[in-house]
Each structure stands twice: as C-alpha cells, then as structure tokens.
C-alpha cells in the first residue's frame, strides 16, 4: 500500500545541522516534495527531486534515492525561525500527492 | 504576489448545518484541491479539479462535496456537518505547466462542528 514515514519530532540546536528522513512507498513515482508549515500557517515549498542526488537551495537540501525509497531534507545553520513542521510528499500520478504526517522541528537556543 | 485566499480562518458551525468553504487564486492556475489536515495525519485530499466545471474525487470525499464554475474559484460544501468534520482545511493551487507541480496553498480555515 501506500506509506510515507518521517519521525513525528525532531530538536535541534541554533546553528547547528539536522536531517529529517522520509521514507516511503507508492505504487507510482513522479518526484518528491518538502514543504515547510509554520504553526497556523499554510504549507510552503522548499524542494522537487525526482531524480537521484541532491539538490542544494541555500541552506536547505533535499536528497532522493529512489531505488531506497528514500529522501532526507538537510537543514544548515539553523536558525530560531526554522522552528516549523517539515512535510514530505510523493507525486505519485499527475495529481496525486500522498502526504507524511510532517516532522515537527523544533530549535532550541 | 501569488496568493490563494480562503473566505473564511475559522467558522464554528452546529451538526447538520450546510456550510461553504470558498477559494480564489489569482495565479489563473488550472489545479485547484482541498485537503484537510488533522493532528497526526498526512493531508489528506478530499477532492480536486484540474478544469472549470471538472472534479475529482480524492481520498476521502464522503460527506463532501465541490463546485468549480469560473477557473479561479472552488468551492467545499459540506451538505449536512457532523462533528468528525471538525477539521482544517486547506485549499491549494497548481499550475498544468509547471514542471515541478508546486502546490500553493491558502491559509486554511478551521472549521468546529459542534
């Protein structure tokens, strides 16, 4: 069936570096996403991959291998406002997202 | 700016009451969905449309249901409310040419049902 996990919560340091792994299964596979959703907020972008590798955007990176099933999102220099639920997704038609539960992070000073 | 604006932030509404959740873009997107999210879950999607006029049905589309007329408009309905709709709920936009699929998401409204 159809399974996305990713721990419920993480803590983390200011300034530090933390990982958030997502693993998953899906019967179809068309890239995967990481959203950021601050509390009460609505859930905006960070990453796409859909091919193996990672992709660098800042101090955020996101990492996919597809043959594992496998995406962790890398967070750098962390700062107060990285506090936020991550979410990872899996496009797995043309409109299908199936969704984690999020990881909540938070960052202590 | 792109923005998609949902009506309402929070409505409290009785058991059986109709209610509306409305949806605008203004980024002339194709895709428009709603999901609705809840404490230890994933968003999960109630029902999309990809097409003024076209729906889909989601994951759980029972107890709802939607109304695309103009393209930058979808509209939740929930006919008859019952307590287990206590939820939030998030509406999201994407473009048909976008490589990525990007989903631009509203607000959220949270609805009580008492």
């Known amino acids: 069936g159809q399974n996305i996990d990713q721990p419920t919560e993480m803590t983390a340091t200011e300034g530090a570096i933390v990982q958030i792994n997502c693993t998953y299964q899906t019967s179809g596979f068309n890239g995967l996403f990481w959203y950021q959703q601050h509390a009460g907020e609505a859930p905006t972008f960070l990453s796409y991959n859909v091919l193996d590798g990672l992709e660098e955007k800042g101090r955020f990176s996101s990492f996919l291998s597809r043959s594992k099933g496998y995406s962790y999102l890398l967070l750098k220099e962390l700062q107060m406002k990285d506090s936020a639920s991550y979410l990872c997704?899996?496009?797995?038609?043309?409109?299908?997202?199936?969704w984690g539960a999020g990881t909540k992070l938070i960052i202590k000073p | 700016d792109v923005k998609v604006t949902q009506s309402s932030r929070y409505l409290v509404k009785r058991t059986g009451e109709k209610v509306f959740l409305e949806c605008v873009q203004d980024m002339d997107h194709e895709n428009m969905f709603w999901y609705r999210q809840d404490p230890g879950l994933g968003l999960r999607l109630i029902y999309f449309s990809y097409d003024v006029k076209m729906k889909e049905k989601g994951d759980i589309p029972e107890g709802y249901s939607v109304s695309r007329e103009k393209k930058e408009r979808f509209s939740l309905i929930l006919e008859s409310a019952s307590t287990n709709q206590t939820s939030m709920y998030l509406c999201a936009s994407s473009s048909g040419q976008q490589d990525t699929g990007e989903l631009f998401f509203g607000e959220g409204s949270r609805l009580t049902v008492l």
């Open positions: 997704a899996v496009l797995e038609g043309n409109y299908q997202l199936i």
